[in-house]
């Protein structure tokens, strides 16, 4: 936790001078996925995706909307990262685990 809460600090710092850095607003989001806070991750995840769509974003906001119970933006957004990239086999298994929690 001390950990994350450090590598939170130095991310807002590093925002204050390139707040369009794509990368810093990923990390937040991972950061705020691992310590629960499910509702800032997929704000910061958004953002990254706004400024450079990838389907490894893609994913990581698929799994924080899927934390914060939100399945069907989880479903959406985690076929848009099947689209991007349909042989990343993390991506496929998460999409199959809420194909098959949809049914």
Not at 33 to 59: D, H
Not at 65 to 73: G, L, S
Request: glycine share 2%.
């Amino acid at each position: 936790l001390f950990r994350s809460l450090f590598l939170d600090i130095i991310l807002d710092r590093a925002l204050e001078y390139n707040n369009r850095d794509h990368l810093l607003h990923y990390l937040k989001g991972k950061i705020y996925l691992e310590t629960g806070y499910f509702r800032l991750a997929v704000s910061e995840f958004k953002i990254a995706i706004s400024i450079s769509p990838s389907a490894e974003y893609y994913y990581y906001l698929a799994l924080a909307e899927y934390m914060n119970k939100e399945y069907d933006k989880a479903m959406n957004d985690i076929s848009k990262a099947i689209s991007i990239d349909p042989n990343n086999h993390k991506i496929k298994e998460f999409y199959e685990s809420l194909k098959n929690m949809n049914k």
